[in-house]
């Protein structure tokens, strides 16, 4: 049974917010919540360059279930089934939001399609059934939104 997750929007500006995983999906994360004003962290064995140079602190190194002492919400990024579920697990005993790369029936929270410009942000989420869907509707928003800007 797919989850019903309510859209809402959430304050993280200077939440500390933890990435696990340092591949090409903890970067693509990183970039979208850099516009969000959080504090990031990443903890990986292997991180991309790209990630090291981007100017968030990072951690070299397993993760451990105390890694997650004192962070508001946690996207795991390893592709690890098997790990990604203990993170899961300790993250909800240890009271942090979690989302888990392309597993919902993991995750607490999904993130939606988002564009931002200014103040204004549209979020459109398909319940994360379809992802794809999702970021078609959230572009052809986005043009419809940056034509009527243009007409103004």
Do not use: W
Request: glycine residues 6%.
């Amino acid at each position: 049974m797919a989850k019903n997750y309510l859209p809402i929007s959430i304050d993280i500006s200077e939440q500390k917010i933890l990435i696990i995983g340092g591949g090409q999906s903890a970067l693509k994360k990183i970039r979208i919540l850099q516009r969000f004003d959080a504090k990031l962290e990443v903890v990986a064995e292997n991180i991309l360059d790209e990630i090291l140079t981007i100017g968030i602190p990072c951690f070299k190194k397993r993760y451990e279930k105390s890694d997650l002492k004192g962070y508001f919400m946690l996207y795991s990024c390893t592709n690890n089934e098997e790990l990604d579920k203990q993170i899961a697990q300790d993250g909800k005993e240890a009271g942090v939001l979690v989302n888990i790369h392309d597993n919902p029936a993991l995750c607490q929270f999904v993130s939606p399609a988002i564009y931002k410009e200014g103040n204004i942000t549209v979020a459109v989420s398909s319940n994360a059934q379809d992802v794809y869907e999702s970021i078609r509707l959230r572009n052809l928003i986005k043009e419809y939104l940056k034509k009527l800007k243009n007409q103004i």
